[in-house]
């Protein structure tokens, strides 16, 4: 809903949609690259013990292989340009009025949290993040579609982010609903 001090057209102009101004660091790739890796690993072993243990004993040896080998070429496919995609996707900006985000690879997302929606700011960092330097920054909002989170940011542009954040919306007007 717009503001009623805001006319339709200047209202639309200042929070539409559009690519945000910033990439997430370069560190994500390999970060997305061993987050990926870990459910191809599992099902890469589960097939190869499939193989040489013969769990399933009425279907031929060479099938077995050749589900195998498929999933060694999807695996490859997946992890050589997932990571790329996303890189190229993945974007970030804040303003005084608004939070925008792009992200996905197979299906992209837009959002926008205006600031005077903005209920909490957290980061987070798992493991891998850790790893990497990285952290999240999770906007949450009255939104039904949920939080608008940020991932793959270098730990310091993170906390930074969030300190922002968390200023711009003390001092916002709205009322956070």
């Known amino acids: 809903m717009r503001p009623a001090n805001v006319p339709p057209a200047e209202h639309s102009k200042q929070l539409r949609l559009r690519n945000p101004a910033h990439r997430v660091s ?5 970060m997305w690259l061993v987050e990926g890796s870990i459910g191809w690993l599992v099902l890469l072993v589960l097939e190869v013990l499939a193989v040489t243990l013969d769990w399933f004993p009425g279907l031929p040896t060479a099938i077995r292989v050749l589900v195998l080998a498929i999933t060694v070429l999807a695996a490859a496919a997946h992890l050589t340009l997932m990571p790329l995609i996303r890189y190229r996707v993945h974007r970030w900006e804040t303003t005084g009025e608004a939070v925008y985000t792009q992200s996905g690879w197979l299906n992209i997302e837009w959002r926008i949290a205006p600031v005077s929606r903005i209920q909490t700011v ?3 960092r798992d493991p891998i993040e850790r790893m990497f330097g990285l952290s999240s920054v999770t906007v949450t909002t009255a939104s039904a579609a949920g939080p608008v989170r940020i991932k793959g940011l270098d730990h310091e542009i993170a906390m930074s982010l969030a300190d922002e954040l968390t200023a711009t919306t003390a001092s916002s007007a709205g009322d956070a609903t």
């Not at 370069?26 to 390999?30: F, L, M, N, S, V």
């Open 26 to 30: 370069p560190k994500a790739k390999r």
């Open 122 to 124: 957290d980061t987070k």
